[in-house]
């Protein structure tokens, strides 16, 4: 049992915006009140958050692993963990090891994590990294939109089977969600093409285009009733002028829910590289508008980091447009992954304006509860400087000040410098947790009313933000103090959260030939059994409507 | 002078990032103790494993073997260490000064990417002397790497500048993706020298069995060599006077890559 007492408490979900008051704790739940005998953690002069949700990160699992494997000079410079009682040892840097990611996670105060892509066909490696990745709990989606038995049957209009075939794969998976990268563009990276026009058929098919697929996916989530609704990296990531796509994509969705990952991708005019100049004011417009979406930022922040994506045509595009070394990775009948080491630079214009184009969006998109804040680690940063973001949300100054390093010609391709809004702390409560717990349909997080998960991070008032959300003082899972004072205290495994769809189980009928006929795995073989996920809680498949 | 001896050899590796003079020079007898060294995973002293005898000092002997403790000397740009005894991976790595002599032998990875400063292994090296770590895009930038005995495996590997020169025999990949620098092999090599090769000068004083990619150029005798065994003279590693003299057929490659590296293979009289 825990009381915090005389925090300034921020939960956005239950309306309470820096309100002096005690936080207690019991089981692992929030509660109403506690003994006299519980411990006491005074919080006074500090602030009361519930612990962060990462909506959309890329931590475990064959992609991420593929990439360690590529980085080892990076790994040569990249921070220590030792050994402690508490801790395993482990390296951080742009590609932490899986232990150093829950020690680092937990280190910020965040306590839930979504692995944003596993191929099904791999789910087994991702759940024992997610196993090895301490303290936070985690969720993973499960890559559908270049899964080429569910691209024949659309093919074919059978939208039904379709349906009963992805609800099959999510639980064979013990995934919590649908994913879909590039859909369309990564099924014609095996044909070394891939898939630009959301109207232009897949290549390899006669019909099925990436728009059908697009629909097709978010009309499954909403009527599996999954919490989280389809998860889209739109196709066309990366170009100048992609932001027709994006507002297409929309489109395309027609009211039905779905979430647009790090839309700072995908949110750039202009006709090439040259002309690339930021789209933020377009995309948000429509994003405004369409209110049955939500979307992570995928913010860029400049340095070193690894590129790590399903999307394999662009990570192709990378490594000509970098001439950096380069790892692609097919995984049959599923999808792919490309990886490419990169640098954000502030003298490359095209970095200039990415960078300020995840400010942008997180700025100019009015509704905080639909954009959750995100790096898309690594893609776009590593997740441990997601305080960095905090400080550029908060402080319009100091926004200022990064901008003048940018000649003339650079700014006039962004936005950024005319805009004065500052994020509030409730606001970046609801942008790093309230929101993406509520985005990914985890009714117990990111919140502290009563029995909620007893995840909370206290941070000291401090001026510099940065520093602030950086090192909590204290950071407390599942009601338990993990973090004291930047020292880990204790260790626990974290849970992970899988859904079961429901679906006609002679589905399986279908499919076992089609494994025989096509797959390297058998039948049997393939889904990962309860067993084999640690400290598995399958939740229900209710959509909680908001 | 410091002087630092090793009480008992471990099995498990010990990690001495520590034992470099610019971390000794400015302590004394208590904090050089109190050093850490990592034993596995494992955290301690440094007084766990070795006797410390004096303070700090720009000059420092290790005795004992030293076979299974690394990085000794790594980053230092000063001073100098005097092993008695053999010494483990990863030697002098990243050093960009002082010098560092070995009186036995030397594991892998002596020297990796270096810029600076020199090291004289009195016996055998290992493999990946003066190399790129994995992942790296250049090896040894600087400094000399001299070596009595024999090397192992991928000598010089990526290196960009610098000089290695080995009397002893090497083994397979010398000289491997060169892209600068100097190589002087004094008993040749085994197989593939020079694979690879962008731009550098591998010498040898013995045949070598030449990869198909190597195209003879001519034969000459490079004025150049011997100003290199003066200076190699002045660092304590003599070159018998007649390799100087006669003949060198230069062999262009590695046309594979392409490169426009050269291998001198002495033609004696």
């Known amino acids: ?546 | 002078m410091l002087t630092v001896t090793l009480k008992e050899p471990t099995t498990v590796p010990l990690e001495a990032e520590a034992l470099s003079p610019d971390v000794l020079a400015p302590l004394k007898h208590d904090a050089i103790c109190a050093l850490p060294v990592l034993l596995g995973k494992r955290s301690m002293r440094l007084d766990d494993f070795f006797t410390v005898e004096g303070d700090g000092s720009e000059e420092i002997e290790l005795r004992g073997d030293l076979t299974k403790v690394k990085w000794i000397g790594q980053h230092m740009t000063r001073g100098k260490i005097r092993i008695v005894g053999n010494v483990g991976m990863h030697l002098g790595a990243y050093m960009t000064g002082g010098s560092i002599e070995v009186t036995g032998n030397a594991t892998d990875w002596v020297g990796g990417e270096m810029s600076g400063g020199s090291i004289h292994i009195g016996g055998n090296a290992g493999g990946q002397l003066g190399c790129a770590y994995r992942g790296s895009m250049s090896g040894m930038s600087g400094g000399t790497i001299l070596v009595e005995g024999s090397a192992g495996i991928e000598l010089g590997m990526r290196m960009k500048r610098g000089l290695i020169a080995v009397r002893g025999s090497v083994r397979d990949f010398a000289g491997l993706q060169m892209k600068g620098g100097t190589i002087v092999l004094m008993s040749g090599a085994e197989l593939r020298t020079g694979a690879w090769m962008q731009r550098g000068t591998i010498i040898s004083m013995k045949p070598l069995r030449l990869l198909p990619t190597f195209a003879h150029a001519c034969d000459y005798n490079p004025m150049f060599l011997g100003i290199y065994t003066k200076h190699l003279a002045t660092l304590g590693f003599s070159i018998p006077h007649e390799v100087t003299q006669g003949t060198y057929r230069r062999y262009t490659g590695d046309a594979a890559v392409p490169g426009k590296g050269e291998l001198l293979v002495w033609q004696p009289r």
């Open chain 1, 1 to 546: 049992m825990i009381r915090i007492r005389n925090g300034k408490v921020y939960d956005p979900a239950n309306g309470v915006n820096g309100v002096i008051r005690d936080v207690c704790i019991a089981d692992g739940k929030i509660v109403a009140e506690v003994d006299v005998a519980a411990r006491t953690l005074d919080a006074t002069g500090m602030f009361v958050f519930p612990g962060g949700v990462d909506v959309h990160t890329h931590i475990g699992g064959a992609a991420l692993n593929f990439a360690r494997g590529l980085i080892p000079e990076q790994h040569r410079k990249a921070t220590p963990i030792f050994h402690s009682q508490y801790r395993r040892a482990g390296i951080i840097g742009t590609t932490p090891t899986t232990f150093a990611t829950g020690y680092v996670y937990a280190g910020m105060g965040w306590t839930t994590a979504n692995e944003a892509a596993v191929p099904v066909l791999s789910a087994k490696h991702t759940h024992e990294e997610l196993h090895d990745t301490p303290i936070i709990d985690k969720t993973c989606c499960v890559l559908m939109a270049n899964n080429e038995i569910v691209l024949d049957l659309l093919e074919n209009d059978e939208q039904d089977r379709a349906k009963q075939v992805v609800a099959w794969y999510v639980w064979a998976a013990k995934a919590y969600g649908i994913k879909a990268v590039n859909p369309g563009g990564v099924a014609g990276w095996k044909w070394g093409k891939d898939c630009k026009g959301l109207s232009d058929v897949i290549p390899g098919y006669k019909k099925v285009t990436p728009a059908k697929m697009i629909s097709s996916l978010a009309q499954i989530a909403d009527e599996l009733n999954l919490p989280h609704p389809v998860h889209i990296h739109c196709n066309n990531l990366g170009a100048p002028g992609n932001a027709s796509t994006t507002i297409e994509t929309m489109k395309i969705l027609e009211g039905r829910r779905a979430h647009l990952a790090h839309l700072q991708y995908h949110a750039y005019g202009g006709d090439d590289w040259f002309t690339m100049r930021s789209a933020a004011v377009e995309i948000a417009e429509h994003f405004n508008a369409n209110t049955n979406l939500t979307c992570d930022a995928g913010a860029v922040l400049f340095g070193n980091t690894v590129t790590v994506t399903a999307d394999g045509p662009w990570q192709h595009l990378l490594y000509q447009l970098t001439g950096r070394k380069w790892g692609n990775l097919d995984v049959e009948n599923e999808t792919g992954c490309g990886v490419v080491p990169y640098v954000y630079k502030e003298k490359n214009v095209v970095n200039a304006v990415q960078w300020a184009v995840g400010l942008e969006l997180l700025l100019l998109i009015t509704d905080p509860w639909r954009i959750c804040l995100t790096t898309d680690h690594p893609n776009g940063a590593t997740f441990w400087r997601y305080p960095e973001i905090v400080q550029l949300l908060m402080n319009a100054d100091f926004r200022k000040e990064q901008l003048k390093q940018f000649p003339d010609s650079t700014l006039s391709r962004m936005v950024l410098p005319e805009l004065t809004r500052e994020y509030t702390l409730s606001e970046i409560a609801i942008i790093t947790s309230a929101g993406p717990a509520r985005t990914l349909g985890l009714t117990q997080k990111g919140h502290l009313g009563i029995g909620a998960d007893a995840d909370i991070a206290i941070y000291n008032e401090s001026n510099d933000v940065a520093q602030m959300f950086a090192h909590p003082r204290y950071v407390i899972k599942s009601g338990e103090v993990v973090v004291e004072e930047g020292e880990l205290r204790k260790s626990g495994e974290g849970r992970q959260f899988a859904v079961k769809p429901e679906y006609d189980e002679s589905i399986e009928d279908f499919l076992r030939p089609l494994f025989q006929q096509h797959y390297t795995m058998s039948f049997e073989n393939y889904p990962v059994s309860c067993d084999r996920v640690h400290n598995l809680e399958v939740h229900a498949c209710k959509y909680c409507g908001k």
